[in-house]
C-alpha cells in the first residue's frame, strides 16, 4: 500500500513540474531567432522564427544603433508571441518601418539599416545586446562603411 502512495505522489510531483516548466517556456522563453556572421563578405544574417531572414553587407550598411528601452510600435506583418518575441514587419515612430528578430521583454535592441531594409535585434539583456552591438560597430568599421 505504501509503495503505491509514493508512486502516486511521484507521478504527481513529476507532473506538476512539467506544468512549470511548459508554462515558462511558453511565456518567458526567449526569441528562437538567430545572427550570423560571416567574416569572408563581412555579412550579417538575422534568421527568425516565421522562417524569413534579412541580410546585410556591413559595407552598405547606412547605420547601427543601440537603442535602450525602444518603442516597438506595432505590428504591420507578423507576429508577437506570449512570451514577448517579436517577427514580422512592424512600425514605430521611433525605429521607423523594420523587420523584427527580437523580444519585447529584452529592454534594448539593435537598429540596423541599409538602404533598402530595417532590422531590430536583441539578445536576453541590455548587457549582452550591447556587446553585441559594439562587436557589429567594430566589424562595420572594419568594413569601410564608417
Given at each position: 500500500?505504501?509503495?503505491?502512495?509514493?508512486?502516486?505522489?511521484?507521478?504527481?510531483?513529476?507532473?506538476?513540474?512539467?506544468?512549470?516548466?511548459?508554462?515558462?517556456?511558453?511565456?518567458?522563453?526567449?526569441?528562437?531567432?538567430?545572427?550570423?556572421?560571416?567574416?569572408?563578405?563581412?555579412?550579417?544574417?538575422?534568421?527568425?522564427?516565421?522562417?524569413?531572414?534579412?541580410?546585410?553587407?556591413l559595407?552598405?550598411?547606412?547605420?547601427?544603433?543601440?537603442?535602450?528601452?525602444?518603442?516597438?510600435?506595432?505590428?504591420?506583418?507578423?507576429?508577437?508571441?506570449?512570451?514577448?518575441?517579436?517577427?514580422?514587419?512592424?512600425c514605430?515612430?521611433?525605429?521607423?518601418?523594420?523587420?523584427?528578430?527580437?523580444?519585447?521583454?529584452?529592454?534594448?535592441?539593435?537598429?540596423?539599416?541599409?538602404?533598402?531594409?530595417?532590422?531590430?535585434?536583441?539578445?536576453?539583456?541590455?548587457?549582452?545586446?550591447?556587446?553585441?552591438?559594439?562587436?557589429?560597430?567594430?566589424?562595420?568599421?572594419?568594413?569601410?562603411?564608417?
Amino acid at each position: 500500500m505504501f509503495h503505491g502512495d509514493f508512486k502516486k505522489r511521484n507521478t504527481l510531483f513529476l507532473l506538476a513540474v512539467l506544468v512549470l516548466i511548459s508554462v515558462y517556456y511558453f511565456f518567458y522563453s526567449q526569441p528562437v531567432a538567430s545572427m550570423q556572421f560571416s567574416e569572408n563578405d563581412l555579412s550579417v544574417t538575422f534568421s527568425g522564427g516565421e522562417s524569413d531572414s534579412a541580410t546585410f553587407l556591413l559595407k552598405n550598411v547606412q547605420e547601427i544603433s543601440f537603442v535602450e528601452e525602444p518603442d516597438y510600435g506595432k505590428c504591420l506583418d507578423g507576429s508577437i508571441s506570449n512570451g514577448g518575441n517579436m517577427y514580422g514587419l512592424w512600425c514605430s515612430d521611433l525605429l521607423g518601418t523594420y523587420q523584427a528578430y527580437a523580444s519585447s521583454r529584452a529592454g534594448s535592441c539593435i537598429l540596423i539599416k541599409d538602404a533598402e531594409k530595417t532590422a531590430v535585434f536583441n539578445y536576453e539583456n541590455t548587457d549582452t545586446t550591447y556587446s553585441a552591438y559594439e562587436e557589429l560597430r567594430k566589424y562595420w568599421k572594419r568594413a569601410g562603411a564608417i
